[in-house]
């Protein structure tokens, strides 16, 4: 697997909106995680503020502060039980991506799991957190054939179920969702997925596997919207995914992902280096030129003392910038 299996970005935090000149100037000031990858996709530390530039609608943004940022997390672990799950090979690595996230995310993050097929529920709560998330596993595992039965997927109505869970929100606070994608009986509207991610500020991260289709029947079969429109709230809300390709050519085909030990090494990899940007980016401090009045697209490099943009380094930081609107603190 190569690294543009991998795709990644970062959050961007609104600040509330006021009617006054005062509540104007404080929507400029945003809050963004921002990660900084070298050409390994580890990360940089020790940056600061000077080794930034951010420009939004052709004009320098001032860059008010860069800090580390390692504080505590929630994650809802977001995991596929429907009908196309079953095919073993498929739902053995699933399987085995929760069972990973609860052993090897860094210690800052607390995690919670949510089940979904034509409907999502909780499996196990922040309070149970990861130590209960083995047992639950096993539960599911021993009931697969029946809970999935030949059941669709409400992947949007999967996603809002993990926001919801979350609550009340903090900086870095995330949904990752484990799927095969499809989007065929989900009740809540993307318009609406997307006003609830924005609302929450959580980030989205993913971990795909990837199916075969003529592009002609592409939209079909993932429903509409389903994968690619969730990569596109993933861009959008800060998060990262990762893609596992199928190494079969055959519709349901049992050898679809049979990954070698080399490929089911790089999954792992890239994984827990998805964690690791989950829980520890700079916390960038920014000052917006104007207000943002509308979704729009900002651009923020690391440069030289030259002020030219580095080369070998990847920043994931959010694309879109959202108007002010009243947010969890």
């Not at 989007?183 to 609302?199: C, F, G, H, V, W």
């Not at 993932?222 to 809300?237: F, N």
């Not at 280096?273 to 520890?280: G, N, S």
Request: net charge neutral.
């Amino acid at each position: 697997m190569n690294r543009g299996m991998l795709v990644a970005a970062a959050l961007l935090l609104p600040v509330p909106l006021s009617s006054t000149a005062g509540g104007q100037e404080s929507c400029r000031q945003r809050s963004v995680p921002v990660n900084v990858l070298d050409e390994n996709g580890d990360q940089v530390w020790g940056l600061k503020g000077k080794d930034f530039r951010a420009e939004f609608r052709g004009t320098a943004a001032k860059i008010l502060s860069v800090a580390r940022d390692a504080n505590q997390r929630r994650i809802a672990v977001i995991l596929d039980v429907s009908g196309s799950m079953k095919e073993e090979s498929r739902w053995r690595l699933a399987r085995d991506a929760v069972g990973d996230i609860a052993s090897y995310a860094p210690a800052n993050m607390e995690l919670a799991l949510v089940r979904f097929a034509e409907e999502a529920e909780e499996a196990v709560s922040f309070r149970e957190g990861r130590e209960a998330i083995g047992g639950k596993l096993a539960w599911i595992n021993d009931r697969l054939q029946q809970i999935a039965a030949e059941k669709n997927t409400a992947l949007i109505d999967g996603i809002f179920a993990g926001i919801k869970l979350l609550g009340s929100t903090s900086i870095g606070d995330a949904v990752y969702i484990i799927t095969d994608g499809g989007n065929y009986e989900s009740k809540a509207k993307p318009e609406e997925l997307a006003e609830a991610a924005r609302k929450a500020n959580v980030r989205v991260y993913g971990l795909f596997f990837e199916w075969k289709f003529p592009r002609q029947r592409e939209k079909v079969m993932w429903g509409v919207p389903g994968l690619p429109y969730v990569k596109e709230l993933i861009r959008a809300t800060g998060g990262s995914y990762l893609s596992i390709p199928p190494t079969g050519g055959v519709l349901y085909d049992v050898r679809w992902y049979e990954l070698s030990d080399d490929q089911r090494a790089a999954v792992a990899l890239g994984a827990r280096r998805m964690y690791a940007r989950m829980a520890e980016f700079y916390r960038m401090e920014l000052e917006l030129p104007a207000t943002v009045d509308k979704e729009r697209e900002w651009e923020l490099a690391v440069v030289d003392e030259r002020g030219k943009k580095r080369r070998g380094l990847t920043v994931l930081y959010p694309q879109t910038l959202w108007p002010c609107a009243d947010r969890r603190e």
